[in-house]
């Protein structure tokens, strides 16, 4: 099922200055919960471990855009993005990168939590992929790296979240 779940909705067309890649994770609580912290694009905070604000100005919707503030440690400190997908249905969270003070230049992302059953009990599949520019001086292979390394964070993070929150309300 993985293999299909990116055919359908992982495809980016990568330019010859772009990589892309997708990621995987399999989180042991169900995708109601999941998706709960996800769907938040006005607060990423929730999980995504450096992410220490956001501020969404008017009515959240497709087209919204986020101004993010970044925690120390990264070589950015804000980044200005809009929601380009938000399916509920379908749970599909599509993003792109507008700017801010890194160099993640043309970056699109989307996620996608698919149900699955894991030792026995609902579980959620967590795809996330990625297309970015290779910055000057970079290699693809570094770029994709350290954006390979930011969305595993992330998503480690939203496994521990989601888990936790499972456990302390086992009828979620």
Same mark, same amino acid.
Request: charged share 25%.
């Given at each position: 099922?993985?293999?299909?779940?990116?055919?359908?909705?992982?495809?980016?067309?990568?330019? #010859?200055?772009?990589?892309?890649?997708?990621?995987?994770?399999? =989180?042991?609580?169900?995708? !109601? %919960?999941?998706?709960?912290?996800?769907?938040?694009?006005?607060?990423?905070? $929730?999980?995504?471990?450096?992410v220490s604000r956001c501020i969404v100005e008017g009515e959240l919707g497709i087209g919204s855009v986020r101004e993010v503030n970044v925690k120390s440690g @990264?070589?950015?400190?804000?980044?200005?993005?809009?929601?380009?997908?938000?399916? #509920?249905?379908?749970?599909? @969270?599509?993003? $792109?990168? @507008? *700017? *801010? &003070?890194?160099? @993640? $230049?043309?970056?699109?992302?989307?996620? +996608?939590?698919? !149900?699955?059953? =894991? &030792?026995?009990?609902? *579980? +959620? %599949?967590?795809? /996330?992929?990625?297309?970015? &520019?290779?910055?000057?001086?970079?290699? $693809? &292979? /570094?770029?994709?790296?350290?954006?390979?390394?930011?969305?595993?964070?992330? %998503?480690?993070?939203?496994?521990?979240?989601? /888990?936790?929150?499972?456990?302390?309300?086992?009828?979620?």
């Amino acid at each position: 099922m993985e293999r299909q779940y990116i055919r359908r909705h992982h495809t980016h067309e990568a330019r #010859d200055n772009q990589c892309t890649s997708t990621l995987v994770k399999h =989180i042991r609580a169900p995708v !109601p %919960l999941v998706w709960s912290l996800v769907r938040r694009f006005d607060e990423p905070q $929730k999980y995504k471990p450096f992410v220490s604000r956001c501020i969404v100005e008017g009515e959240l919707g497709i087209g919204s855009v986020r101004e993010v503030n970044v925690k120390s440690g @990264l070589p950015a400190t804000t980044s200005t993005e809009r929601l380009e997908q938000l399916d #509920d249905d379908q749970h599909i @969270l599509a993003i $792109k990168i @507008l *700017g *801010g &003070d890194h160099r @993640l $230049k043309n970056y699109s992302s989307i996620i +996608t939590a698919h !149900p699955e059953i =894991i &030792d026995g009990r609902p *579980g +959620t %599949l967590v795809i /996330e992929s990625f297309v970015v &520019d290779v910055p000057d001086g970079n290699t $693809k &292979d /570094e770029t994709c790296y350290f954006v390979q390394a930011l969305i595993t964070c992330n %998503l480690t993070s939203l496994a521990s979240v989601s /888990e936790r929150m499972a456990v302390q309300s086992p009828t979620r």
